[in-house]
């Protein structure tokens, strides 16, 4: 089992940066990739980001690539995401997930971050 807590959310103005934290604990030596996703009140869950533990290699969703960036830390077992540049459409309770590999679907998923963006 992987526990995961995010932290970092909180009230923002448009144009600033944040920085999510999403400490894993646990079984962490079974995480093969971890996600950040966001759901915004009243939209479905959104993918945001993801990344291999291991190897590093990511993904950004594409409508938010330059202004989203994923990134570890395995001596800390903590996965980020820097959001530059916020916009209010980026107020949403931000998740982080993990899972083995051979699973499809996230196994693990923490309690989430809330990001509001005010103009």
């Known amino acids: 089992q992987v526990q995961l807590a995010e932290s970092g959310g909180g009230l923002v103005q448009v144009g600033d940066s944040l920085k999510l934290s999403c400490a894993a604990s646990?079984?962490?030596?079974?995480?093969?990739?971890m996600a950040w996703f966001r759901q915004a009140p009243g939209n479905a869950r959104e993918f945001v980001a993801d990344?291999?533990?291991?190897?590093?290699?990511?993904v950004i969703a594409e409508a938010l690539m330059g202004r989203f960036r994923i990134s570890k830390d395995n001596d800390k077992s903590t996965l980020y995401l820097q959001i530059d540049n916020l916009k209010p459409e980026d107020t949403a309770n931000y998740y982080c997930?993990?899972?083995?590999?051979?699973?499809?679907?996230?196994?693990?998923w923490g309690q989430g971050t809330q990001v509001t963006v005010s103009s």
């Open positions: 990344i291999l533990w291991r190897r590093g290699v990511f």
């Open positions: 997930a993990a899972r083995r590999f051979g699973p499809t679907s996230y196994e693990w």
């Open positions: 646990g079984s962490v030596d079974t995480i093969y990739i």
